[in-house]
């Protein structure tokens, strides 16, 4: 099949407000990432004001903050340098099974 790599992986994350602007500003200046944002176009024609950030591990801590600081984003990838952008659903929130309990009554003996 020959010597071909697969494309390197960009990831891009878009504010929804200006509190997870802040945010995610703040904390690529932190990690001393390049904290610019540019316009880029999805691969629905859609623009989005969106941060690159140099790896998923930045989102990942994203994902895991999301509740305690109330952030509200969306995480974009390409492959390769250039393109559209795509939505990344991955790691996104997804509902939770619930897991039932069976609470056994207290003072009754199971044995008779």
Known sequence: MGNQKDPIMNWFVEPKDGHTNGIIASNLAVLNQVCESADLKDNHGDGHHVYQVEN???I?????DKGKFILDFQVFY???FNGPI???TLGADKPRPRREVKIKPKG?????
């Open 56 to 58: 998923y591990s930045f």
């Open 86 to 88: 795509r939505l990344w």
């Open 78 to 80: 390409r492959a390769g």
């Open 108 to 112: 009754k003996n199971p044995k008779s």
């Open 60 to 64: 990942t801590q994203l994902y895991k």
